[in-house]
């Protein structure tokens, strides 16, 4: 006999009014972090659509300066007190723009709080020196990151991994076959501070980095965000134009949010296109991309999500415009210095590939990829099984394992407060998350799988990648 608990509010306005277990837990979880006087966060705003703008909700917030608070964790002076963690949210409603914002505050403000204490923990050598200790560290052939030619190039500003590079290693563990391994923490650690004598072979970004109440839930999304990254990493630069999906957005999110009357286009800004980006994984990866006729720049509304099933791959992919679409009204003169002809080089965030393809002068850069001719219905857009968490996680589980990926696990939840989990999903089997201004283009995934696919006569070569920035953050 399961005893099911049914929660009612009557205070708070921007939640439910009745709620399960797991909505009572986030509840409870992601507003520990806010307090107006002392932070970590010390103020949420919530930006309403305007009249003309597609009716998603953004949320913005202001935290304490990180290097005060890990100076107040380490009894050391403070440490890079400007930096300015980005945290956002957005949705369908306030309520759901609020908790993405909350939760994405939990995830990255921890990992930069406990990225300093991991230093204590990490373990210092060469790959060859760990193995000499019995440390069971992860090849740096298993570990491809940049390509032969970038690492030609003058002043390339990261140095090649091999097995007498000295660096910093944090322990994790193979998520199926419950093996430690030691990874470069700087590939893995948000923020994190090198050691003097370490070599800099590459970055981390925030891509397999979850806060959730619910282990498992955070491994998938995790795990989803890798596939949903590679699949689009492969789409754009190996030049494979996704399918555009039928589909009626409008219904769509009728039926699958709590919008009654959601607005997808207004006089300037057209239909959205929905393109499907699945390749060899067959999960659900989607992106979507509209344009806004009104401005000379700053016009490309854009976004990608991918999960286990087509309805919430999709709705994530579709609401990641609302975050562009904040981001613009919020910080107009931001990034005045990204030019409709910069470089690579200037492109050291992700928002600015956003910037960049905005102006009109660069819209027609992406025809290729908005304009492709396969067509595809929604009702052949891959599935996984499983109709609850633990079937959705060993569909996931056996679909990986067919391709020998077995992702690496690092658990930082000791950072949280019970029942919350932070993780880092890595996995290197997959093209990483990458700046637009150093691409990890080392990985044999850009070159191997476009033929294997049938898609391409031949194995791509680096000068055969697309030299454009990939424009979804």
Same mark, same amino acid.
């Given at each position: 006999?399961?005893?099911?608990?049914?929660?009612?509010?009557?205070?708070?306005?921007?939640?439910?009014?009745?709620?399960?277990?797991? &909505?009572?837990?986030?509840?409870?979880?992601?507003?520990?972090?806010?307090?107006?006087?002392?932070?970590?966060?010390?103020?949420?705003?919530?930006?309403?659509?305007?009249?003309? *703008?597609?009716?998603?909700?953004?949320?913005?917030?202001?935290?304490?300066?990180?290097?005060?608070?890990?100076?107040? %964790?380490?009894?050391?002076?403070?440490?890079?007190?400007?930096?300015?963690?980005?945290?956002?949210?957005?949705?369908?409603?306030?309520?759901?723009?609020?908790?993405?914002?909350?939760?994405?505050?939990?995830? &990255?403000?921890?990992?930069?709080?406990?990225? &300093?204490?991991?230093?204590?923990?990490?373990?210092?050598?060469?790959?060859?020196?760990?193995?000499?200790?019995?440390?069971?560290?992860?090849?740096?052939?298993?570990?491809?990151?940049?390509?032969?030619?970038?690492?030609?190039?003058?002043?390339?500003?990261?140095?090649?991994?091999?097995?007498?590079?000295?660096?910093?290693?944090?322990?994790?563990?193979?998520?199926?076959?419950?093996?430690?391994?030691?990874?470069?923490?700087?590939?893995?650690?948000?923020?994190?501070?090198?050691?003097?004598?370490?070599?800099?072979?590459?970055?981390?970004?925030?891509?397999?980095?979850?806060?959730?109440?619910?282990?498992?839930?955070?491994?998938?999304?995790?795990?989803?965000?890798?596939?949903?990254?590679?699949?689009?990493?492969?789409?754009?630069?190996?030049?494979?134009?996704?399918?555009?999906?039928?589909? *009626?957005?409008?219904?769509?999110?009728?039926?699958?949010?709590?919008?009654?009357?959601?607005?997808?286009?207004?006089?300037?800004?057209?239909?959205?296109?929905?393109?499907?980006?699945?390749?060899?994984?067959? %999960?659900?990866?989607?992106?979507?991309?509209? #344009?806004?006729?009104?401005?000379?720049?700053?016009?490309?509304?854009?976004?990608?999500?991918?999960?286990?099933?087509?309805?919430?791959?999709?709705?994530?992919?579709?609401?990641?415009?609302?975050?562009?679409?904040?981001?613009?009204?919020?910080?107009?003169?931001?990034? *005045?210095?990204?030019?409709?002809?910069?470089?690579?080089?200037?492109?050291? $965030?992700?928002?600015?590939?956003?910037?960049?393809?905005?102006?009109?002068?660069?819209?027609?850069?992406?025809?290729?990829?908005?304009?492709?001719?396969?067509?595809?219905?929604?009702?052949?857009?891959?599935?996984?099984?499983?109709?609850?968490?633990?079937?959705?996680? *060993?569909?996931?589980?056996?679909?990986?394992?067919?391709?020998?990926?077995?992702?690496?696990?690092?658990?930082?939840? $000791?950072?949280?407060?019970?029942?919350?989990?932070?993780?880092?999903?890595?996995?290197?089997? %997959?093209?990483?998350?990458? %700046?637009?201004?150093?691409?990890?283009?080392?990985?044999?995934?850009?070159?191997?799988?476009?033929?294997?696919?049938?898609?391409?006569?031949?194995?791509?070569?680096?000068?055969?990648?697309?030299?454009?920035?990939?424009? #979804?953050?």
């Amino acid at each position: 006999m399961v005893l099911e608990a049914t929660n009612l509010n009557e205070r708070i306005e921007l939640f439910d009014s009745f709620y399960d277990e797991n &909505r009572r837990l986030q509840y409870e979880v992601v507003p520990r972090l806010y307090n107006q006087s002392i932070g970590p966060v010390t103020a949420v705003s919530i930006h309403r659509p305007k009249l003309l *703008d597609l009716s998603m909700y953004g949320t913005s917030c202001r935290h304490s300066p990180v290097g005060r608070l890990l100076g107040d %964790l380490v009894g050391k002076s403070p440490l890079w007190d400007s930096v300015a963690i980005p945290i956002g949210g957005k949705g369908p409603t306030m309520k759901q723009a609020f908790l993405g914002n909350m939760g994405e505050a939990c995830e &990255r403000i921890l990992a930069a709080l406990q990225t &300093r204490l991991l230093r204590d923990r990490a373990e210092f050598g060469t790959y060859d020196e760990l193995k000499a200790r019995g440390l069971p560290a992860l090849p740096p052939g298993e570990l491809p990151l940049f390509a032969v030619e970038q690492y030609a190039k003058e002043e390339f500003p990261f140095a090649p991994f091999t097995e007498d590079t000295p660096v910093a290693w944090l322990q994790g563990k193979r998520l199926f076959a419950a093996q430690d391994v030691y990874v470069p923490a700087q590939l893995v650690a948000f923020h994190w501070c090198a050691f003097p004598q370490e070599a800099r072979i590459g970055y981390a970004t925030s891509g397999g980095l979850v806060f959730h109440t619910n282990f498992r839930q955070a491994v998938l999304h995790g795990i989803y965000e890798n596939v949903e990254r590679d699949a689009i990493n492969l789409s754009w630069y190996c030049k494979l134009p996704p399918a555009v999906v039928d589909i *009626d957005l409008v219904e769509f999110l009728k039926n699958n949010t709590e919008q009654s009357a959601p607005r997808m286009m207004t006089p300037y800004i057209q239909k959205a296109r929905v393109l499907l980006n699945t390749l060899d994984i067959p %999960l659900p990866v989607f992106t979507v991309m509209t #344009f806004d006729k009104s401005r000379d720049g700053r016009a490309l509304l854009a976004g990608g999500g991918g999960w286990g099933k087509p309805d919430r791959a999709l709705i994530q992919a579709v609401f990641e415009i609302g975050q562009a679409q904040i981001g613009y009204a919020l910080t107009p003169h931001a990034w *005045d210095h990204i030019r409709p002809d910069s470089q690579l080089s200037d492109l050291t $965030d992700f928002y600015y590939a956003l910037i960049y393809y905005g102006f009109k002068e660069n819209l027609s850069l992406l025809s290729w990829y908005a304009d492709g001719p396969a067509r595809v219905a929604w009702d052949q857009v891959p599935s996984i099984s499983g109709s609850d968490l633990n079937g959705e996680y *060993d569909a996931v589980r056996e679909l990986l394992l067919q391709r020998n990926i077995d992702p690496i696990l690092f658990d930082f939840s $000791d950072s949280c407060w019970p029942d919350a989990h932070l993780i880092k999903v890595f996995m290197p089997q %997959l093209t990483h998350a990458h %700046l637009p201004s150093h691409g990890y283009f080392g990985h044999p995934r850009y070159y191997d799988v476009p033929m294997q696919l049938g898609l391409k006569h031949g194995r791509l070569t680096y000068d055969e990648l697309n030299r454009l920035p990939l424009p #979804f953050p």
